[in-house]
Structure formats: structure tokens, C-alpha cells
């Protein structure tokens, strides 16, 4: 059994590493226009994001994926309790929720271009239109699943609505509410990337395009590697914020489960 | 003190209504301990529900005091039996037993006080500042107890609060609600399918028959106190009382089965 | 994700509209607000027209040949997508799912990749397979392959040991045990993964056209766009929400049903592209 450990924890580390070398070997061997050595790769990348074009392109971008995903986490969440906690008004709005969400969010955009113009304004509106969806979905769920015993104990002690609210209701739908943003937070990505390259001059996504169109290979592949280290910083830190405000959860969770 | 009139639960409507209780009438008075036992599935959680107002009945009445009891009243607390789901497991120990606390209004250190004599009174003053979820299942139950008891009620109901629990812990557990009821002397109505459990803790107990229910017999319960896991069960009379309960809740079941319901009677002191 | 409607309404309330009636409710006044805004120029009737004419619109359009080819090259497109997907991640998901060495290896790869998001590859699809079909293929493949292999992995992980052991004690080998043990109890998992990568392979299907240009309603819309008709655009994209709708419907009815004897006891959604 240990020695299973052992390898096992051998082989997550090796593997990774003989990936990449073996990467690096075939593209510098190869001589594929469109897959250049990693070593080029590498140089380029670190000569275009660190720092040249990062106050130019990687901080517009950021900024806009922060602006549409705060603000379809605040929507998301405020709406989501008000729907949670109001069946019938769950009902009306219903039919409606479930058609827009499934507009693919690339569809919208012509209609964003049309409504808002290029700007930035128009991307954090799409950016937070289209996020805001599993936020809303999953805090309806969250508050209209609390456990009916801990509401009937609410009720025994006579808490006070807005108690119940805030202490209860709130914290009760916090792990539900974490994976809506988690979801949310992988589209806001996806959803910067594409409008910035239908309708941006600048911008991370808007670099990769116009790279490609320029035939800047190199350059086009540092953008997709960034894109992907962005996707997966990104995620890593969700997941680290969600464990400590959700550790109770994970605990109660696990102590229920043996 | 608490006074049920007549009470009649049904669920559901027409063709397809289940009647949980019959008509259900009983009276508890201050300062005692009843137990209410019954076969499985009688309704025991529905009636100990409307009684603490938190179903209304289809008919009939429950009244506390003077007044009506149209949902939980104040000078109420409640043990539920699922412990792990009534123990909100974001607040540690401490935040859990002071939370019903905020509606009474009182000053930070009264609040304080009343959190640490309540945990230290079930024992588990060196848990204060844990979660739920790293106690164990008699602890979890211990610390609803204790919430229960920091609310300083005058009448406590508990709906089969050890029956998720090992039997050593139960005995441990029960134990304690006498010791509660002797310090405090507060009215409990504790409701379990476990006879032995009921002729051990109760000044009296009330039987209740099959569905549709109602109060079969009501029985006093003479055992000496302070009672004793070892002796009292020990004692004749411990043996006679709980077979007289077995056989009432048997036959009336064999009556059922044999497809007579037998008009319900109630012997000895009610 | 169940349709939201589906909660009961807690006991002794009665709604004051009736249950069946609510929705339509709901969605005339909605229909009606967005009439309003757009009749009293709220938001410009040239940038956003009347429901009435986006609907009116779409009638239009849904008597026209080129709209249902445009609808047939996006649905060639997530089909294909999602078919090529499901190709790869089931297997992929099951052989590493079984060995843990296998998983152990590969664990630090997939999370590594499986946050890219595939919209970052769009240039490298032009580059390589051009404006045609082949871009749009390739980019919903390759999205949709990652939610469908992390469902098929934790279905795999999730089979409970009680009933593989069960399996081992009444003498069933490896292969038996996979297939009448482990793969079952993993196929609800994997009808949830077939629904999330379905949406998502029809997005990035949308996406190729709409960005590269791939034939399709994507494109359709931009199209309208571009030459200003206005009710055209919009009556295009509540077409392709209508089709995201029905998809979505289709694959939560296929998946309802699969999971009918499963406990609830899924791990959180997630859209991996």
C-alpha cells in the first residue's frame, strides 16, 4: 500500500514534467509553422506579458471580467433570495429565467454591439448578463432547500425574520450560492475572451486574434498560454477563497457522511 | 399548564385525507414529567408538533396557561430528535445556544452566562468554541439540551431526543433530563417509542393508541426518586409498570389487527 | 438543474394565482414591459424594436429556406461536436476513473487544461482548419469533451466500495465488475455530463460563426446585424435561444430519467469551455 503511495505521488510530479519536455522536444524537432518550438513560446511570452503589454492588454481585460462577474454575483445572489423565498413570484418569473438563459451568450453580443455600442460598458453588461444565470439558479436553490428541521427550530425559538434572514437563510445557502459562482466565474472568462475579440482593441483576447491575423505565431501561442494560466489562477483562488468561507460545510458534510 | 382539547390532525383532503390523530385530549401539569409513548407511526411527532404550535390542528385546541397556542410560544422550547439537522453547523457551540437568546433582549454578559451555566450543565464546557460537526452524536444532542435549557422555558417538549443515540449515551442522556428537571424545574413532555426509557423518567405516562390517535391510558408512575439507571430498574414495581404498558400498547394493536378498534379507556389517575 | 417552478409551495398557503397559471402570467409581463419600453422609446425602437415586430420577424425568417439551412449547419455542428466529445471523454473518463495510478498521473494535466478557456483556441483553429465547418467542430469538440470527462470521472470514482466488493465476494472479475457494477452506477453521472457538454458545444458552435464566421445562425445574426435589419437580428437570436431552450429541455428529460433510482448526490455543475 505505501509503496502504491509513493509511486502514485512520484508519478503526479513526473508525468507533468516528462509532458513538457516531450512537448518541447517534438516542436523544436518538428518544423510546423503553425506549432513553434516551446523554447520561442517561452522567450515570447515573457517578452510580451511581463510587463510590455500587461498595463495595456491584461488590465483592461481583468478589469472588465472583475466588473461583469461582481456584478452578476451581487444580481445573482439579491435576485436569487427574493425568488428563493417567494414561490409564487418563482412561478411567474419562471418560463422567462429558463428561455434566457439558454440564449447561447455569443448570440447575444450583435445585439449588445447594436444596443451599447464597442465599449467597454457594452462587455461588463454582457459579461454580467450572461453570469448572472447559475448565480440566480443556484441561490434559488440554496434558499428554498434549507433543511425544513433547522427552519422549524428557527421557528420554535421564535427568531426574528430578519435574523432568520441573515443568520439562517443566508449561511444555510452560502455552499450552493459558491458553486454558481464558480460556474459563473469559468463563463465570465469565456465571455471576456469573445468579446474582446468581436469588438475590442484591446485586451488579452483582442492580442490572440489580431496575432493570428497578423501571422504572429509565436506571439498568438503566449496569449493562449496566458489565457489558460489566467483560467487557471483564476479558478485555484476561487476554490481556496470558497474552502475557508465554506469550511463548516466541508466539515459538516464529512461528519455526516461516515 | 398545557392543556390539549380535543385535538384532530388531518393531512391531506377527500378520498385520500389521513387522519393522524382522532381526538386527543390531555392535560400536563407544572413541574412534571410526562412521557407519551405509542406504537410506531401513532402520530406521536404530530401531536408533540401541534402542541408546540408549529402545525395547526384541524380541529380542537391546545392551550398554554390562559392562552391559545397558535404557534411556538415563548415560554416554550422544543427538542427535535434529528439533532445534526437542528444545530446550524456554521455557529460553533457557543453561537448556537446563545442565538435563541437575541430574542429575549438580554445584556451581553447576562447572555453570556446564561450560554456558560446551560453547556456546563450538560457537561461540555470544554466544547464551547467547537462545531457541531466535530462532536459526537450524544454531544450534538447535549448541546440542543443545553440551547433549550439557556432559553429558560417553562416547559420543554422533546420528540424522541435519544433515539438516534447509542443505548450507553442514552442512559448517560437520560440521566441528565432528570438532573435538568430536579435543577431547574421545568415541565417536560418527552415523547418516545422506548417503554423502558418512559417508565424511567416520568411522574406519568400517557399511552396513545394506533392511528387514528388518541390517548389510550394514563398511568402514574410511583417509582421513588432520585432514580437510578441500576436500582430503580431493579425494583418490582419497574417490571410490573413496564409490562402493563407493553401489554396495553400489544393488545390494543392485537385488536386492531384483529380488525375491532376497541373503544379507547383510560384506568388509574389521569 | 430542475426547473426552478418545481418546489412545492410550503403547506396552508393558497397562491393567489393558481400554479398552472403563474408562468404564462410571467411571461406576458414581460412580453409586455419590453413592448412598452421599445413603443415609448425608452431604449430607441431603431436599436431595439417592438416584441411584436422581433416576433413578427421571426416568422418571417421561419418560412425561408436559408433560415432552417442556417439552424441545420448549427445543429451539424454541436452534433458533431458533442458526438466527437462523448467519443473521447466517456472512454478517457472510464479507463482513467478505474486505475489510480492511471488518475494520480494525469491529475495535475487536467487541471491545468481544463480551465482553458477553448475560446482561447479560436485562432489557432483558423489557423489550422480555416472558416468552415471543421473550426466548428473542432472548438465544440473540444470544449464539451472536458465537463462530459469530469462527470464520467467522478461517476466512476463515486461507485460505492460496499457494492464493488459486494461484486468481488460473488467472484465477478474485473471486466464484470466495470460492467455491471461500476459503469450503471456511474451513467447518471454521465447523462448529467452529456446535458452540460450539449450546452456546451452548442456555444461554441454559435461562437465559431459568430466569430470566424462558420455558416450558421451565428453568423446569421451578425450578418443582420451588419446590414441593419434590426428585426431580423433579433428575431435570429430568439430563434437560437429557442433551440438552446429545446436542447436543454431534451437532455434534462434524458437525464431525469436516467437518474430516477440514483440518490441525489451529484457534484456541483460546472461549464469547463
Same mark, same amino acid.
Given at each position: ?10 508519478l ?12 518541447g522536444?517534438w516542436?523544436s ?8 518550438p516551446?523554447?520561442?513560446i517561452?522567450?515570447t511570452f515573457?517578452e ?6 500587461f ?6 481585460s ?5 466588473l461583469g462577474f461582481?456584478?452578476?454575483c451581487?444580481a445573482g445572489?439579491?435576485?436569487?433570495m427574493a425568488l ?6 418563482r412561478?411567474l418569473?419562471?418560463p ?6 439558454s440564449i ?6 450583435p ?9 467597454n ?5 454582457i459579461?454580467a448578463f ?5 448565480v440566480?439558479l443556484?441561490?434559488?436553490d440554496?434558499v428554498?432547500g434549507v433543511?425544513p428541521?433547522?427552519?422549524e427550530?428557527s421557528?420554535?425559538y ?8 441573515f ?8 455552499p ?10 469559468s463563463?465570465?472568462?469565456i ?9 475590442s482593441t ?6 490572440v ?15 493562449i ?17 470558497e474552502?475557508r ?5 466541508r466539515?459538516a ?6 | 399548564m398545557?392543556?390539549v ?5 388531518t ?11 382522532g ?6 401539569r407544572e413541574n412534571e ?13 404530530t ?8 402545525l395547526?390542528p ?10 391559545r397556542?397558535?404557534?411556538p410560544p415563548?415560554?416554550m ?7 445534526s ?26 447572555a453570556?452566562r446564561l450560554?456558560e ?10 466544547a ?7 462532536l459526537?452524536g ?9 440551547r433549550?435549557?439557556?432559553y ?6 422533546m420528540?424522541?431526543p435519544?433515539a438516534?443515540?447509542?443505548a450507553?449515551?442514552?442512559a448517560?442522556l437520560?440521566?441528565?433530563v432528570?438532573e ?7 415541565t ?8 423502558d426509557?418512559s417508565?424511567?423518567?416520568?411522574d406519568r405516562?400517557?399511552v ?21 439507571q ?10 410490573h409498570l ?12 392485537a ?5 375491532g378498534?376497541a373503544?379507547?379507556?383510560v384506568?388509574?389517575?389521569? | 438543474m430542475?426547473?426552478i417552478?418545481q418546489r412545492?409551495?410550503p403547506?396552508?398557503?393558497?397562491p393567489?394565482l393558481?400554479?398552472? $397559471?403563474a408562468?404564462? @402570467?410571467?411571461?406576458? !409581463?414581460?412580453? *409586455?414591459l419590453?413592448? =412598452?419600453?421599445?413603443? %415609448?422609446e425608452?431604449?430607441?425602437?431603431e ?27 448549427t445543429?451539424?455542428g ?6 466527437i ?8 473518463g ?9 488518475y494520480?498521473?494525469?491529475?495535475a494535466?487536467?487541471e491545468?487544461?481544463?480551465p ?5 483556441l479560436?485562432?489557432?483553429a483558423?489557423?489550422?482548419y480555416?472558416?468552415? $465547418?471543421?473550426s466548428? @467542430?473542432?472548438?465544440? !469538440?473540444?470544449? *464539451?469533451?472536458w465537463? =462530459?470527462?469530469?462527470? %464520467?470521472?467522478?461517476?466512476v470514482q463515486?461507485?460505492?466500495?460496499i457494492?464493488?466488493?459486494?461484486a468481488?465476494s ?12 461500476t459503469l450503471?452506477s ?7 455530463g452529456v446535458?452540460?457538454?450539449s ?11 459568430l466569430v470566424i464566421?462558420a ?10 446585424r ?11 437570436i430568439?430563434?437560437t ?5 429545446a436542447l ?17 448526490h451529484?457534484?456541483?455543475?460546472e461549464?469547463?469551455?
Amino acid at each position: 500500500m505505501r509503496r502504491e503511495r509513493l509511486l502514485g505521488g512520484a508519478l503526479e510530479i513526473a508525468v507533468p514534467i516528462l509532458l513538457l519536455v516531450l512537448w518541447g522536444v517534438w516542436s523544436s524537432a518538428s518544423d510546423t509553422y503553425y506549432f513553434p518550438p516551446l523554447t520561442d513560446i517561452l522567450t515570447t511570452f515573457r517578452e510580451t506579458w511581463l510587463f510590455d503589454r500587461f498595463g495595456s492588454d491584461v488590465v483592461p481585460s481583468l478589469v472588465r471580467l472583475g466588473l461583469g462577474f461582481g456584478l452578476a454575483c451581487v444580481a445573482g445572489v439579491v435576485l436569487g433570495m427574493a425568488l428563493g423565498l417567494h414561490p409564487t413570484l418563482r412561478r411567474l418569473t419562471d418560463p422567462v429565467v429558463q428561455f434566457l438563459r439558454s440564449i447561447p451568450p455569443p448570440a447575444l453580443l450583435p445585439f449588445g454591439i447594436l444596443v451599447m455600442g464597442v465599449g467597454n460598458s457594452m462587455k461588463v453588461f454582457i459579461i454580467a448578463f450572461v453570469c448572472v444565470w447559475p448565480v440566480l439558479l443556484n441561490t434559488i436553490d440554496g434558499v428554498a432547500g434549507v433543511d425544513p428541521t433547522l427552519r422549524e427550530t428557527s421557528r420554535v425559538y421564535g427568531v426574528t425574520s430578519r435574523d432568520r434572514l441573515f443568520h439562517v437563510t443566508l449561511p444555510a445557502a452560502t455552499p450552493q450560492v459558491f458553486a454558481g459562482m464558480r460556474t459563473s466565474l469559468s463563463l465570465a472568462l469565456i465571455l471576456m475572451v469573445i468579446s474582446e475579440m468581436v469588438a475590442s482593441t484591446n485586451g488579452i483576447g483582442y492580442f490572440v486574434l489580431q496575432s493570428q491575423r497578423t501571422f504572429a505565431i509565436p506571439e498568438m501561442w503566449s496569449g493562449i498560454l496566458l489565457l489558460g494560466i489566467l483560467g487557471y489562477v483564476l479558478n485555484a483562488g476561487f476554490v481556496l477563497i470558497e474552502r475557508r468561507v465554506l469550511r463548516w460545510h466541508r466539515g459538516a458534510r464529512a461528519s455526516s457522511l461516515s | 399548564m398545557l392543556h390539549v382539547e380535543h385535538l384532530k390532525k388531518t393531512y391531506g383532503e377527500g378520498v385520500r385525507a389521513v387522519e393522524a390523530i382522532g381526538d386527543v385530549s390531555l392535560e400536563i401539569r407544572e413541574n412534571e414529567l410526562v412521557c407519551i409513548v405509542g406504537p410506531s407511526g401513532c402520530g406521536k411527532t404530530t401531536l408533540l408538533k401541534c402542541m408546540s404550535g408549529l402545525l395547526p390542528p384541524t380541529s380542537g385546541e391546545v392551550r398554554l396557561g390562559d392562552e391559545r397556542v397558535s404557534g411556538p410560544p415563548e415560554r416554550m422550547a422544543l427538542v427535535f430528535q434529528e439533532y445534526s439537522r437542528s444545530l446550524y453547523p456554521w455557529m460553533t457551540v457557543r453561537q448556537n445556544v446563545a442565538f435563541p437568546l437575541k430574542r429575549k433582549r438580554l445584556g451581553k454578559d447576562e447572555a453570556r452566562r446564561l450560554v456558560e451555566e446551560a453547556v456546563g450543565s450538560v457537561g461540555l464546557s470544554g466544547a464551547l468554541d467547537r462545531y457541531p460537526w466535530q462532536l459526537s452524536g450524544g454531544m450534538q444532542q447535549r448541546v440542543a439540551i443545553a440551547r433549550a435549557l439557556a432559553y429558560q422555558p417553562d416547559i420543554l417538549l422533546m420528540d424522541e431526543p435519544f433515539a438516534s443515540v447509542d443505548a450507553q449515551t442514552r442512559a448517560d442522556l437520560e440521566d441528565l433530563v432528570l438532573e435538568v428537571r430536579r435543577r431547574y424545574g421545568v415541565t417536560i413532555v418527552f415523547v418516545t417509542h422506548d417503554i423502558d426509557e418512559s417508565v424511567y423518567l416520568s411522574d406519568r405516562i400517557m399511552v396513545l393508541t394506533p392511528s387514528p390517535t388518541e390517548v389510550q391510558e394514563v398511568l402514574t408512575v410511583d417509582l421513588p426518586q432520585p432514580r437510578d439507571q441500576v436500582a430503580t430498574k431493579e425494583l418490582p414495581e419497574f417490571a410490573h409498570l413496564r409490562g402493563h404498558v407493553w401489554r396495553s400498547i400489544k393488545r390494543r394493536q392485537a385488536d386492531e389487527d384483529a380488525g375491532g378498534a376497541a373503544a379507547p379507556h383510560v384506568t388509574s389517575a389521569g | 438543474m430542475a426547473t426552478i417552478a418545481q418546489r412545492a409551495a410550503p403547506r396552508g398557503t393558497r397562491p393567489a394565482l393558481p400554479n398552472w $397559471l403563474a408562468p404564462w @402570467v410571467g411571461v406576458l !409581463a414581460v412580453l *409586455a414591459l419590453f413592448e =412598452l419600453v421599445s413603443r %415609448t422609446e425608452l431604449i430607441s425602437s431603431e436599436y431595439f424594436p417592438p416584441v411584436s415586430d422581433m416576433f413578427a420577424a421571426l416568422g418571417g425568417l421561419v418560412v425561408t429556406g436559408g433560415f432552417w439551412t442556417a439552424v441545420g449547419q448549427t445543429l451539424q455542428g454541436w452534433a458533431l461536436g458533442l458526438g466527437i466529445a462523448m467519443l473521447i471523454a466517456v472512454p478517457a473518463g472510464i479507463l482513467i476513473g478505474s486505475g489510480r495510478l492511471l488518475y494520480r498521473s494525469l491529475r495535475a494535466v487536467i487541471e491545468f487544461l481544463r480551465p482553458i478557456p477553448s475560446v482561447a483556441l479560436i485562432p489557432l483553429a483558423v489557423l489550422v482548419y480555416g472558416s468552415g $465547418l471543421e473550426s466548428k @467542430v473542432f472548438l465544440a !469538440a473540444f470544449a *464539451a469533451t472536458w465537463p =462530459l470527462l469530469m462527470q %464520467t470521472l467522478y461517476g466512476v470514482q463515486d461507485v460505492d466500495p460496499i457494492a464493488t466488493d459486494t461484486a468481488r465476494s460473488f467472484g465477478f472479475g474485473r471486466g464484470a465488475r466495470l460492467r455491471r457494477v461500476t459503469l450503471p452506477s456511474a451513467v447518471p453521472y454521465i447523462a448529467t455530463g452529456v446535458r452540460i457538454s450539449s450546452a456546451v458545444a452548442l456555444i461554441l458552435a454559435v461562437t465559431a460563426e459568430l466569430v470566424i464566421g462558420a455558416p450558421g445562425l451565428g453568423r446569421e445574426i451578425n450578418v443582420a446585424r451588419q446590414g441593419g435589419a434590426v428585426d431580423d437580428m433579433y428575431g435570429l437570436i430568439i430563434a437560437t435561444g429557442l433551440l438552446g431552450w429545446a436542447l436543454n429541455a431534451l437532455f434534462t428529460r434524458v437525464e431525469r430519467r436516467v437518474l430516477h433510482w440514483h440518490p441525489s448526490h451529484r457534484p456541483g455543475e460546472e461549464v469547463g469551455a
